[in-house]
């Protein structure tokens, strides 16, 4: 697993409190560092040391980019099976070693979902019942990952409506609520590849930035140009090459 330093190209062109601070919410059964690895999820010390300087400088460009303000972030790969998921659980680890920042991993990706496999047992409700359910609040869905600082959002089950329900204006408030309810929260989404699926176009105008995943040497320029359009170039921050 390998991945390269990316390069950020610059772009053209509240609600009630769940608790005082997000970190104060309850952690259950800690992920150890050998879970951690089996997982490919970075954390402080691990011996690859590269790939967790590489998430780290990621995580400091898209900082410096974002000013002062902690920000909502798209992920997404130009090619299926290249590591939207990968990148994006990581881009929200790198932010929760911080110990005064959190991340929160909201999983998109409704055909090829992530995020179960970060949880201890399977949840009750996921996005996709938050967004369907008037009845359900943020907190209903919102779980623990077994990482500090760090929490997950599952996508649910999926339907035949599922991408109407993701170009909602339930789903834009669901975001922008997630970002401002805590200053030092940063809310990272993960969602399908641009070649496949209208769900990074549809969700793009809906955050502050974008990165795409390029699997290194294996996509053509028009194909990157493509991704570029689909999240549009006002919210796209940069490319991330992945070589695992």
Do not use: W
Request: glycine share 6%; with cysteine; aromatic share 6%.
């Amino acid at each position: 697993m390998a991945i390269e330093v990316p390069t950020i190209v610059p772009a053209v062109g509240d609600a009630p409190e769940l608790k005082t601070h997000i970190g104060d919410m309850a952690e259950f059964s800690l992920k150890t560092q050998d879970e951690l690895a089996a997982q490919k999820i970075i954390y402080p010390g691990m011996r690859q040391r590269e790939v967790l300087t590489a998430f780290r400088d990621l995580r400091t460009k898209l900082l410096a980019k974002a000013g002062k303000d902690n920000f909502s972030l798209l992920v997404s790969t130009v090619s299926h099976g290249h590591g939207s998921s990968f990148v994006s659980v990581n881009m929200a680890a790198s932010i929760a070693i911080d110990e005064r920042k959190t991340a929160v991993y909201v999983d998109c990706n409704i055909e090829d979902s992530y995020a179960n496999e970060l949880l201890h047992e399977a949840p009750e409700h996921g996005l996709m019942e938050y967004l369907e359910n008037p009845s359900l609040d943020i907190k209903d869905v919102i779980y623990s990952s077994g990482i500090p600082r760090l929490r997950v959002v599952p996508a649910g089950v999926s339907n035949e409506r599922s991408v109407e329900a993701l170009a909602s204006p339930r789903m834009a408030d669901f975001i922008r609520d997630l970002k401002f309810r805590y200053p030092d929260r940063f809310v990272i989404l993960d969602v399908p590849p641009v070649s496949e699926s209208s769900v990074a176009r549809i969700l793009a105008p809906m955050v502050d930035m974008a990165v795409l995943v390029v699997p290194f040497g294996k996509v053509t320029t028009e194909q990157i140009l493509s991704g570029v359009d689909a999240v549009g170039k006002e919210r796209f921050a940069g490319l991330v090459f992945n070589n695992e």
